[in-house]
């Protein structure tokens, strides 16, 4: 940018633009284009920088002491014709200076490396200031090159940009990392809330589906994200392919990916589309408007259809060999295309593998959207048994693959068996057993996790539920890595993608501002602090549960539901466990204690007192 160029008043009424090109208009088909129903992005928030330091003579680099999404101001530009040339990053080399190495992405068509960008270049008109208008940035630090000042805090402010959600949840404790883990989550979410939920806002700033399916209900409760969701979905059924397939990010225009693409194998996954049905009805579940479910229904419809005509169609090879005859639950079974798979589990290799028997993971979560579609049917008085068949034998098929008759389940992973107990693919009477195996598989890896993408922000919930509140707040504190708390030992102010993000020795590895890890904290909110949202939607009836543990003596939650305030606040002190709740007009709530004591409570401020 040339800040010479700049043409003060030029929004003004008395601006002379005769000399201005004139607007065209371009002809084409808009049916699609809807109103936008979500916040507009802005200015949030200003930061000063916490140091200023010159690794080299030529440059200088700003560190604002957190990870942002948004841009600087510089105010200090220097004489008329200094050119300036600020590079944004999320970490420092070993020389100080800021690298962004680990955020190179490269184009998925050919397969050429591409630069990381992040950098803006300006020339200074020798009064005035710089700051940009039509991009944001990923970044804590920013390397300054060309000034000829020794810059002072004074002169560059970060300027957090991002939707102006209203905020709506908080979380308290009396451990220092936990509530600087849930910051992290927080910021990571805003640094990722740019109009669209994006899984970083550096390399890629793209609104993968799987990672708004898997964070929007702890989303849900730290913000109003009601109207920022719902335009998301406006897009993703904008998107959607002909057929019903849910395209791997939103917004992207189908027609994008030509058959003969590289990525035409990587059109859709389980898990990902998924966000069609998942999405609105968390978003029912959180707010109560049945006119989302309405609106997205034939959304929904598309992609449930799509699965469960791609699992009757088509076999795996690999099924097909081993038994020529298919068996009849295998009209179920989708175990055929192209699936991310847990994707990332911790020692695991990623592969883009279209061979690869996903399977359990694509039938599990056909199963699991036919069901919560077969719900919605039914609310919206639409033929839910069509889809209640669909999940029935879904479920059926899963069993017959993959359940052992002793409730292990295959393969025989974390993962599986959360995603295993969470969906309810475990009869009742063998989860027990399946959540002692869960455990078992827990301690074998050092008491570490070992789930990857779409499993880890159910495993602590899934752990405690089935009476292993323990080993999921070891989980929780776990301070070698893959673990949370590795994160904020190593400094993060934001979500890491990658566990060992920082490495012990400080090199950096893929983005450090990936919020999908941070779902850890809805842990907090709904098993610590233990406000819980039911079967009743929008908090109209909720329960609370708090789950102590961890040595944590105190911990508070609060969340604004449609409803009003809702709190829970508890302290051990002496041996007593002492519970405070708030219940919002409209509403009430199931009251449980850890000694099992239950009461149910109306609106109010209510207290209770058991035993710790």
């Known amino acids: 940018m040339d800040v010479r160029k700049a043409l003060p008043g030029w929004s003004a009424a008395a601006w002379d633009d005769s000399e201005w090109a004139k607007t065209l208009e371009i002809s084409g088909d808009f049916g699609n284009l809807k109103a936008s129903p979500a916040p507009p992005v802005r200015r949030i928030q200003e930061i000063r920088p916490v140091r200023i330091s010159r690794p080299a003579p030529d440059r200088q680099v700003i560190d604002l002491g957190q990870n942002i999404n948004g841009w600087v101001r510089v105010d200090s530009l220097g004489p008329a014709g200094t050119s300036l040339t600020l590079t944004h990053g999320e970490a420092l080399a070993a020389d100080g200076d800021v690298t962004t190495d680990h955020l190179a992405a490269f ?124 335009k998301w979905l406006r897009d993703l059924a904008a998107d959607q392919y002909e057929d019903g397939a849910v395209p791997q990010f939103v917004p992207y225009p189908p027609d994008a990916v030509t058959p003969d693409s590289p990525l035409a194998t990587l059109r859709c996954s389980a898990g990902w589309g998924d966000a069609a049905v998942i999405v609105p009805w968390e978003l029912w579940r959180a707010y109560g408007d049945k006119d989302v479910l309405a609106e997205q229904y ?60 996903n399977g359990p993971i694509a039938t599990a979560f056909l ?22 068949e669909i999940a029935d034998g879904a479920l059926a098929a899963w069993r017959a693959e993959y359940l052992g008759a002793d409730g292990t389940v295959n393969p025989p992973t974390q993962a599986t068996y959360v ?35 779409l499993a880890t922000p159910d495993l602590l919930p899934t752990l405690s539920d089935h009476g292993y509140p323990d080993v999921a707040y070891e989980l929780l504190f776990q301070d070698s890595a893959p673990a949370w708390l590795t994160m904020i030992d190593r400094g993060a102010s934001t979500i890491w993608e990658d566990w060992e993000g ?71 002190t002496d041996g007593l466990f002492e519970l405070t709740v708030e219940i919002p007009a409209g509403t009430s709530a199931g009251i449980r204690l850890p000694d099992g004591t239950s009461a149910d409570a109306g609106p109010g401020t209510h207290t209770y007192r058991c035993n710790a």
């Open 502 to 572: 920082i490495s012990a020795t400080g090199e950096p590895k893929a983005s450090l501002n990936h919020y999908s890890k941070g779902a850890v904290v809805s842990f907090l909110h709904t098993r610590t602090a233990g406000i819980r949202l039911g079967d009743s939607p929008a908090y109209r009836r909720f329960s609370i549960e708090p789950v102590p543990g961890g040595g944590l003596t105190r911990a508070s939650a609060q969340h604004d539901s449609p409803y009003g305030r809702i709190s829970s606040q508890w302290q051990i």
């Open 107 to 230: 184009n998925f068509v050919t397969g050429e490396p591409l630069p990381a960008g992040q950098v803006d270049q300006v020339i200074s008109a020798g009064e005035g200031s710089f700051e940009p208008r039509h991009t944001t940035h990923g970044f804590q630090y920013v390397r300054i090159q060309g000034h000829p000042q020794e810059l002072t805090a004074a002169d560059v402010t970060g300027v957090v940009v991002h939707t102006d959600l209203r905020r709506t949840g908080w979380f308290d404790c009396d451990d220092d990392r936990i509530n600087r883990l849930h910051e992290a989550a927080v910021w990571s979410f805003r640094g990722n809330a740019c109009d669209v939920p994006t899984d970083c806002p550096t390399r890629e700033r793209a609104g993968w589906t799987g990672d708004w399916q898997l964070y929007v209900p702890t989303a849900a409760f730290l913000y109003d994200v009601a109207g920022f969701s719902l």
């Open 298 to 357: 034939d959304s929904m419809t598309g992609w449930v259809d799509y699965a469960a005509k791609t699992a009757r169609q088509n076999r795996h090879p690999d099924r097909a060999a081993a038994r020529p005859e298919p068996a009849p639950h295998e009209a179920f079974l989708w175990d055929s295309g192209f699936h991310w798979g847990e994707w990332l589990e911790p020692g695991e290799e990623p592969a883009l593998d279209p061979s690869r028997d």
């Open 419 to 453: 995603r295993a107990l969470k969906m309810g693919l475990v009869p009742p009477e063998l989860q027990p057993a399946a959540a002692a195996e869960l455990v078992r598989l827990v301690r074998a890896a050092g008491t570490h996790l070992t789930t990857g993408f």
């Open 367 to 388: 199963h699991y959207s036919a069901a919560l579609l077969a719900r919605i049917a039914a609310l919206l008085g639409k033929d839910a048994a069509r889809y209640q």
